[in-house]
């Protein structure tokens, strides 16, 4: 047996068959070595290791057959076809080619063996296969040993010549042993098979394969790629912290101001509060950047503890950037940081596309110069005018909702040569245990995973739009109780403008039904300037009932709204569902949501419904989400670009997560040598992670 030689090294163009067109074409799918082509896998195969009978032939079922050409005609019928008929001894059956050449009609002709491939349909003459791979003539090769794999291709790279490829792959993986990216020692305890038994299995499973747990990725050959795949990733993550771990970062420390601002507050922080501000404080202390994410549910005081580290910052001669992807969010946090630091004398400034040229050049001055110590904004924040003289720290609420690239820019304006400033990022989009640690697990993370006291868990009840005569009764009483109610109109239409339809009519509907009460409506297609007005005039409790669409998801903070109605609610997925409800059950009030919904309900609907009814834990919603959506959906809406992976399904093969992670950091201290070419081979260079 010849040395091992890697895999990437072997060029296409080596392999018999592929010449320079082909090379080009191939290239389209991705394949370009011999190590590309061993890992595009198949995903499906069909069992040409014996011949069925024509006789016990049925439709749609993929067979081989053998027989003899009893005739060969071209038919005239909608439109022109050769028909070609075969018996066996045990039954006839019909090909049909509407594409057909001269040759081809000759080379079937009667007498001659012939070997079909294909899939019968019911058609005008009984079972018919329509263009189906044939051999026919005197030299039928003997049947595959094999199940022939079928792979996913592109326009002008067939089948034939991918498996050509693959079987040339695997018969070089016999006379050379391939080089393990993941030695041997490091995988014993997983029991997984190595990776030339497991790329075998694969491309070429015995007819007697479990082909159901190849297809769904649950036998050991496909494990032992996901394996791979997962150690790939988390190698890559610990690229990145290494990456982070060679910036540095002004040392802050200070406790002065954060005590007077606690002190100043008519209450307590939850225990979970203190420990993340621990947590915090440590990190702004050391010489490195920090990267934490602080997750917590709505309502759980996060924004608090953003405050309690920006004083750090500020205590400590630095400035601070708190960045928040809309306008309304942003303004909320404007509001409570100005309400808490007013009085320990900090101005809070303010950046945001309305502000006014006059305003925008006082705070640009204030914050090249160094005066302003603290601006809260939106992505106004990280244009070129903005300068800072000496940035320490950056909040980031709903950093998902923000580009990989915008927040390095933010972070840009705050660096000094190999020093940048520290990042905060706060969600309350709870990521399920089992992303976490792939999407983020190249930040540290923090869970506020207590509510503050007092707050009684928000009643959830879910009734069909007929009641809607009920659910307009039960606003009219929560309100002449003097609480505050929601009507949360969502259309699942991306454009801004029917929604913004849809909420005006429920308005007028609404202010018809309750003449009493004093209706707002905010939407997406307002001016900035008259949403605020409107969400004002419903804060000051002015307004007892708002009419909005899901522009309110995030940001809105009135303790006093106590009743939450949201229509279509089977339309919404499950952490949208959460957020909106999110914006009640804040005060100390007993606080409700009626989720109204159209008949008749999906299954996912029911369970969405019957989840929210039974749960208001953000995390165990998250893990029912992933279940019912995956996480491909779940990260594409929420989560978009961060991850992508080839073959390992987090939901499904979670329980490698773990020791994906083990195998990641052995490798790293005693193969680093490996690390550039796992990487290479699974990650291609084009993957995003959370973020650095
Ligand atoms: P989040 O941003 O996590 O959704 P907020 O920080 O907006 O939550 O806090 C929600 C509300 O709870 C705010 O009105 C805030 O002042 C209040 N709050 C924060 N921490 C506490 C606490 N420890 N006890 C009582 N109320 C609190
Ligand atoms: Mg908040």
Redo the contacts with the bound molecule.
Sequence with gaps: MSPPAALETIDITRLKGVGPRAAERLARLGLATLEDVLFHLPFRYEDRTRITPIGSLRPEQGVVIEGEVMAADVVFGKRRSLLCKVADGTGLVALRFYHFSAAQKNALEKGRRIRVYGEPRPGAAGLEFYHPEYQSGPDIPPLEKALTPVYPTTEGVSQKLLRNLAAQGLQWLQTHAPEELIPRQLLDQSGLPGLAQALTKLHHPQPDDPVDLLLDGNHPAVKRLVMEEMVAHQLGMLAKRAGQKALSAPVLSGEALTGKLLQALP????GA?QRVIGEIRADLARQHPMLRLIQ?????????VAAAAALVAIESGYQVALMAPTELLAEQHLA?FRHWLAPLGIEVHWLAGSVGAKARRETLAALAEGRGALVVGTHALFQDAVVFHRLGLIIIDEQHRFGVQQRLALREKGRFGNQVPHQLT?T?TPIPRTLAMSVYGDLDTSV?DEM??GRKPIQTLALPTSRRDDVVARIRAACQEGTQAYWVCTLIEESDELQAQAAEATFETLQDALPELTVELVHGRMKAKEKAERMARFSSGEAQLLVATTVIEVGV?V?NATLMVMENAERLGLAQLHQLR?RVG?GGEQSYCLLLYQTPLSFTAKKRLAVMRDTSDGFVIAEEDLKLRGPGEWLGTRQTGDLAFRIADLVRDEALMAPAREVASALLAQYPDRVERLLRRWLRGGEHFADV
């Excluded at 209450?267 to 939850?270: A, K, P, S």
């Excluded at 709505?298 to 608090?304: D, I, P, Q």
């Design positions: 209450f307590q922080l939850t509060q917590g549910d709505v309502g759980s005081g996060k924004t608090l409570n706060l309350a506020i503050p006291p903070d303790p999110g804040r």
